[in-house]
């Protein structure tokens, strides 16, 4: 059974670093590209970030772009997002998504979610 | 920037047809998903690539995309079914589109 689990969230004052983390299992974790969704409270989904299977390509939301970077360590099948220079409009829940590796991709696994609430 | 647009809600009784639509300029000459989540839980796929169900996902879920139009059709609609669904696309090769959401009432 596919497992993603995030950790890492918490509250940060406006202005402040976080680190969320989501811990892959039960899948070969350096064959599959990986994102970061968000989820602001009591709103829609909202994509955020993407790397490839081998780390080489990234790309944001011009959201988040300059401010978070997704990395990953596959061999210990982790994925990571650096969030800096937290706003209050970059609180949510956090997902990081599996894309499949089909030709016409799509998301076929989510972890549970870690909350970031950015408040003084 | 590629925008898609859905009802904010949908109504419909149980044992009816509720159907969800997704608009966006030439969907349909890209690819559609849609995923579900319920209240408190992490979104699921319930259809990808226009019309395609996940093992696990009931026959009831249906999907199709056409022109400017993808469309989420739930035949029969149980009480389970009520959630949040999205529609999602790919703007280019590296960039995901979500929809806003639909809140599908079970009356």
């Known amino acids: 059974q596919v497992r993603l689990v995030e950790s890492g969230g918490g509250v940060v004052q406006p202005g402040r670093s976080l680190r969320l983390s989501c811990a892959a299992s039960?899948?070969?974790?350096?064959?599959?590209?990986l994102h970061w969704v968000r989820q602001a409270p009591g709103k829609g989904l909202e994509w955020v970030a993407v790397?490839?299977?081998?780390?080489?390509?990234?790309y944001y939301a011009d959201s988040v772009k300059g401010r978070f970077t997704i990395s990953r360590d596959n061999s210990k099948n982790t994925l990571f997002l650096q969030m800096n220079s937290l706003r209050a409009e970059d609180a949510a829940v956090y997902y990081c998504?599996?894309?499949?590796?089909?030709?016409?991709?799509?998301?076929?696994?989510w972890g549970q979610g870690t909350l970031v609430t950015v408040s003084s | 920037s590629y925008e898609l647009t859905q009802p904010p809600s949908v109504s419909v009784s149980p044992g009816q047809t509720a159907s969800i639509t997704c608009s966006g300029d030439?969907?349909?000459?890209?690819?559609a998903s849609w995923y579900q989540q319920k209240p408190g839980q992490s979104p699921v796929l319930v259809i990808y690539?226009?019309?395609k169900r996940p093992s696990g996902i009931p026959e009831r879920f249906s999907g199709s995309n056409s022109g400017n139009t993808a469309t989420l059709t739930i035949s029969g609609t149980q009480a389970m079914d009520e959630a949040d669904y999205y529609c999602?696309?790919?703007?280019?090769?590296?960039?995901?589109?979500f929809g806003g959401g639909t809140k599908l009432t079970v009356l």
């Open positions: 790397i490839s299977s081998d780390g080489r390509n990234r």
């Open positions: 998504a599996r894309e499949t590796v089909e030709a016409i991709p799509y998301f076929d696994y």
């Open positions: 030439k969907l349909g000459d890209k690819y």
């Open positions: 039960e899948f070969t974790f350096s064959f599959y590209t």
């Open positions: 690539q226009d019309a």
């Open positions: 999602q696309a790919w703007d280019s090769s590296t960039s995901v589109v």
